[in-house]
């Protein structure tokens, strides 16, 4: 189970655990004592052992007070419509990063995954010592290099098809979108780790063909998705069942970093200009979004989810893995 923040929740990794495959347990936007919680609750419903991820958050971006005001008032059409209040002051988002790093270091998950960029050297030390694998994202043969640089036991191979944002870090605000089926051998050839094969892989066939172009494991989001578990709130779940395949997009319109999910009206609407930078673009929608969830209105939701979406079922985690089990051994 790939980390998947939102809808991956602390019971849908303890099914997956349990289930026999290896999950993560997205704590992204989870202040400290939030993960915390969810990680030592994780433990009261499994034995196995799990991951954490985490982003690697840069110091706040400079960023334009107009910029922040445009992005403001384009928002505020949606909060009319969702009928919450407008702000007079864009709240400034909150960077947990060390925090996060060091309830890692005291809970020791046996994995640690980031996105977003490598962790600095003295962590890397301090996670090794402490026992933890250390697993970062890279979407080129670049990062793959940079992540064995900074001495990371493990890539994830995070190819274009993959939901939710992308891990790159390298490469500026249009970063190349390369897919899973190019970038994996490529980058298997290029480091001497192990590598995880992501984006895209959503059955038991695709699981073999990511071991058969040399990863060692294969991380899915999008196949649990509408897994009973998942805390995926019922417009999304609806909004997934109703797209077509041909329907996902990159957007930045969410949270100002490129990331894959269903077109919906915020992400066909948003102006260019009216996107402030990550993390602010996230911090200014989320009231929008989590007004979007209360009332069932898909259409300002961020949707997050890759291209093999339509193989997401709807069924308990331990079914879902049972299955991909199953294919995998037929393929
Ligand atoms: C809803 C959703 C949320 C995600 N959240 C995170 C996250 O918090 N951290 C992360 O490293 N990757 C995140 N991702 C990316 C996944 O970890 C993984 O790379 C991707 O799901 C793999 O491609 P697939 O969706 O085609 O299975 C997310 C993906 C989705 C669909």
Redesign the pocket.
């Known amino acids: 189970l790939?980390?998947?923040?939102?809808?991956?929740s602390v019971e849908l990794a303890a099914a997956v655990a349990n289930a026999g495959a290896f999950a993560f347990l997205?704590c992204?936007y989870s202040d400290p004592e939030r993960m915390r919680d969810d990680i030592q609750r994780l433990r009261t419903l499994t034995d196995r052992p799990f991951g954490v991820?985490i982003?690697i958050d840069e110091p706040l971006p400079h960023v334009a007070p107009e910029q922040l005001i445009r992005a403001e008032r384009h928002l505020d059409a949606y909060r009319r419509e969702l009928g919450i209040p407008t702000r007079a002051e864009p709240p400034i988002p909150s960077i947990h990063y060390e925090e996060r790093v060091r309830v890692v270091l005291e809970e020791r998950p046996r994995a640690f995954?980031c996105?977003f960029g490598v962790p600095d050297r003295s962590i890397v030390v301090d996670l090794r010592a402490a026992g933890v694998y250390t697993v970062g994202?890279a979407t080129t043969v670049d990062e793959a290099l940079a992540i064995e640089a900074a001495n990371l036991d493990v890539v994830?191979a995070?190819g274009a098809?993959?939901?939710?944002?992308r891990?790159s870090f390298l490469h500026g605000e249009e970063p190349p979108l390369i897919g899973t089926m190019a970038l994996v051998p490529q980058i298997v050839d290029a480091v001497g780790l192990a590598v995880i094969a992501?984006?895209?892989?959503?059955d038991g066939h695709g699981i073999a063909a990511a071991l058969a172009l040399g990863a060692s494991a294969a991380?899915?989001?999008?196949?649990f998705?509408l897994a009973t578990e998942a805390a995926t709130p019922n417009a999304y779940r609806a909004a997934l069942k109703a797209a077509r395949a041909s329907e996902t997009t990159i957007t930045r319109a969410f949270s100002g970093r490129a990331a894959r999910g269903i077109v919906n009206r915020v992400v066909r609407e948003m102006p260019p200009d009216a996107i402030a930078p990550y993390p602010y673009q996230n911090a200014l929608t989320r009231d929008v979004r989590n007004a979007a969830a209360a009332q069932d209105r898909s259409e300002f939701l961020s949707l997050?989810?890759?291209?093999?979406f339509p193989f997401a079922r709807e069924e308990p985690a331990a079914q879902i893995v049972q299955r991909l089990l199953e294919e995998l051994d037929a393929s």
């Open positions: 790939a980390p998947i923040a939102g809808p991956g997205p992204a991820n982003f995954s996105t994202t994830c995070q098809e993959a939901g939710g944002h891990g992501a984006g895209g892989i959503s991380a899915l989001g999008t196949a998705l997050w989810a890759g291209q093999a």
